[in-house]
């Protein structure tokens, strides 16, 4: 079930790099230490997922059990992080996916 969302997940953050197409001066980007640290002391986010996307760039997704915010990021091979997609409202699920609920016709 985990890994159903997880891939569901990175779908998204894949999308999402595809349509961003992430640059340097982005300013939601930033050396990779930098943002985890902002994310774990701002937010109180932590790593729940990750996943290897296109170009050898990491997806993860980051969020914070206690209040529900969440951020997905993505990391360059050069180690640049940039903040891809975040929100609030996030939790763990704990169900089966069946392909009608990810929206496979068969």
């Not at 985990?2 to 891939?7: E, F, P, S, T, V």
């Not at 943002?35 to 774990?40: E, G, H, Q, S």
């Not at 109180?44 to 209040?67: H, K, P, W, Y």
């Amino acid at each position: 079930m985990k890994q159903q969302i997880l891939a569901l997940g990175l779908g998204v953050g894949a999308i999402l790099l595809t349509a961003g197409h992430l640059q340097a001066q982005n300013q939601n980007c930033a050396d990779r230490a930098r943002v985890i640290d902002r994310l774990a002391n701002s937010y109180g986010e932590t790593r729940q997922s990750i996943g290897l996307a296109a170009n050898n760039q990491m997806v993860e997704v980051f969020a914070s059990t206690e209040t529900g915010s969440w951020t997905i990021t993505v990391t360059l091979p050069s180690g640049l992080t940039c903040v891809v997609a975040a929100g609030q409202a996030f939790e763990v699920l704990a169900e089966d996916l069946t392909p009608a609920m990810l929206g496979d016709p068969a």
